[in-house]
C-alpha cells in the first residue's frame, strides 16, 4: 500500500517511519529543502505531556483584555485580526469554560504521555541523538495565590495520569541553582520528573533518516499542486515535479494543512499563532540552567541545548500566516529571559543569538486532528498547537495503527477530525 505523507516537520517525519514500520511504502513530501524547516525548526523544545493542556483556560477572556494592546503582553491579539477569527475565535472562547478546559487537557495528557513512551522506545531502538535531556522540568511562579491554583489545577488535569513535585522558592534554587539570583522572587515551583527536552529539529531529521534507512522516499524540494481524488476516493499527490500515485495520504503540514483540503472542501479549524525563539552559544556554561524553565505568567521557556547552547521561545501573537519577527516582541522575549536569569542576562542580545519565528496551528478546543476525512485514504495528522513535538510521536503509530487496520494503543475519539 502507497502512503504518501505531506510534510517534514517532526509530526510529519515521525508518521513517515511510524508508516514504513508498519510495512507501508512511504513517500514524505515538504516544499522545504530540509526536514523540520518550519514550526519544527528553533521551538521550545519541550516534551512536557503533564503540561500538555490547551492555552484557552479558565479565565482566558480577561487575560487578553487585560493584555490588549500591551507591547509587552504574553498574547498579541491586533484588533484587525478580529474579523479574521470569526467563528474559530468564538469557539476558542467557548473551551475556555472550566468543564471542557479540563477534558482538552486530559485528553492530550494522555496522548502526550502515550507519545513519551514511544519516542523513548524510537531513541534506544534507533540511536537518536538531538542534544537530549531527561532531568525534568519545572513551572516557576512569582505570587503564592498563582502557585496554589496552578497547584490545584494541576493536581485535577494529571489525576491518576502522572505526578508533579510542588516546591517552595527554598527547594526550587536547590533544584536549578541558575535561580538563585531571584530567589527572593520566587513563590514556589512545580517539578515534572518524567519530562524531557531537545532539538526537535534534529530529532525530525533523525527519525527522517531512519525511515528512509527503512524504505520512506524523501520528496524535499517539492510543493503540493492539488491532492487527486476520483468523486471521494483518493488517487494521487500531484507536485511541481510529477503526479505521485497513493493509495492513502496524510496531512501533516501544521498552518498549512488549511490551504491544502480547501480545494477539497474540507475545512479544519486551525489558525496559525506566531510564537518567536532565540537561541544562543554561551561561554560560561557554568551559568546555564540545567532544567528546562517555563515562566507561564510571561508564556516563556528557556532551554539547554547541549554543552553551551541555550535557547529562550515563548509568546504567542494572533498575526495570521506572517513569519516576520518584529523587534519590539522579540526585545520582550529577551527582557523575560534577562529578569529570570540576571547573571547571563548581558549574552541575551538580538545581535547574539539566532533568531526564529515559527507559526503554531492551534485548533478551538486544543486537541490535534487526527484520524480520518470524508475522501477516502485521505488522513488528518495536524492542528497540535504548542504541542506538536510532545505529542509527535504518538500521533504518528496511533494513526499508522489506524491506516493498517489495527487497533491503536490510544483510543483516537477525542482527536477525530469531524468532531
Wanted: hydrophobic share 40%; with cysteine.
Amino acid at each position: 500500500m502507497r502512503v504518501t505523507v505531506i510534510g517534514a516537520g517532526v509530526v510529519g517525519a515521525c508518521t513517515a517511519l511510524a508508516l514504513v514500520e508498519r510495512g507501508f511504502e512511504v513517500t514524505l513530501i515538504d516544499q522545504r529543502e530540509r526536514v523540520a524547516e518550519a514550526s519544527s525548526h528553533a521551538n521550545g523544545g519541550g516534551i512536557t505531556p503533564l503540561h500538555s493542556e490547551p492555552w484557552n483556560g479558565p479565565g482566558l477572556a480577561g487575560s487578553l483584555l487585560k493584555y490588549m494592546g500591551r507591547a509587552d503582553a504574553p498574547w498579541q491579539l491586533p484588533p484587525q485580526r478580529l474579523p479574521g477569527l470569526g467563528r474559530w475565535g468564538i469557539r476558542f472562547l467557548a473551551q475556555s469554560r472550566r468543564a471542557r478546559f479540563v477534558a482538552n487537557a486530559r485528553a492530550n495528557i494522555r496522548l502526550g504521555l502515550y507519545s513519551l513512551d514511544r519516542l523513548r522506545d524510537w531513541r534506544e531502538r534507533y540511536a537518536i541523538d538531538y542534544a537530549q535531556t531527561t532531568a525534568g522540568s519545572m513551572q516557576l511562579y512569582f505570587s503564592r495565590p498563582a502557585f496554589d491554583r496552578a497547584l490545584a489545577m494541576r493536581r485535577e488535569l494529571i489525576a491518576g495520569l502522572g505526578e508533579v513535585e510542588p516546591l517552595d522558592a527554598e527547594a526550587v534554587v536547590a533544584r536549578e541553582p541558575a535561580l538563585a539570583p531571584v530567589a527572593d522572587q520566587l513563590a514556589g515551583g512545580l517539578f515534572y520528573p518524567t519530562h524531557e527536552s531537545g532539538d526537535a529539529a534534529f530529532f525530525a531529521q533523525g527519525v527522517a533518516e531512519e525511515a528512509e534507512r527503512q524504505g520512506a522516499q524523501m520528496r524535499l524540494g517539492e510543493s503540493i499542486r492539488r491532492i487527486v481524488c476520483d468523486k471521494q476516493q483518493l488517487t494521487a499527490v500531484e507536485t511541481d515535479h510529477e503526479t505521485i500515485p497513493a493509495d492513502a495520504c496524510v496531512i501533516a503540514a501544521g498552518p498549512e494543512t488549511t490551504e491544502l483540503l480547501r480545494p477539497l472542501g474540507i475545512r479544519v479549524p486551525i489558525q496559525p499563532v506566531r510564537g518567536y525563539s532565540a537561541t544562543f552559544e554561551l561561554e560560561d556554561a557554568e551559568s546555564l540552567p540545567a532544567l528546562p524553565l517555563l515562566d507561564t505568567a510571561r508564556r516563556f521557556v528557556t532551554l539547554r541545548l547541549g554543552e553551551r547552547g541555550l535557547r529562550i521561545a515563548g509568546l504567542a501573537d494572533f498575526a495570521g500566516h506572517h513569519r516576520a519577527i518584529p523587534p519590539a516582541r522579540m526585545d520582550v522575549l529577551l527582557d523575560n529571559a534577562r529578569n529570570l536569569l540576571p547573571a547571563l542576562a548581558d549574552h541575551f542580545t538580538p545581535a547574539a543569538g539566532r533568531l526564529w519565528a515559527g507559526l503554531r496551528p492551534v485548533t478551538p478546543d486544543g486537541r490535534p486532528l487526527l484520524g480520518a476525512t470524508r475522501i477516502e485514504g485521505l488522513y488528518l495528522n495536524a492542528g497540535h498547537g504548542p504541542m506538536g513535538w510532545t505529542m509527535a510521536c504518538g500521533s504518528a503509530c496511533a494513526l499508522a495503527d489506524r491506516i493498517a487496520g489495527r487497533t491503536p494503543e490510544i483510543d483516537l475519539l477525542p482527536y477525530d477530525p469531524s468532531r
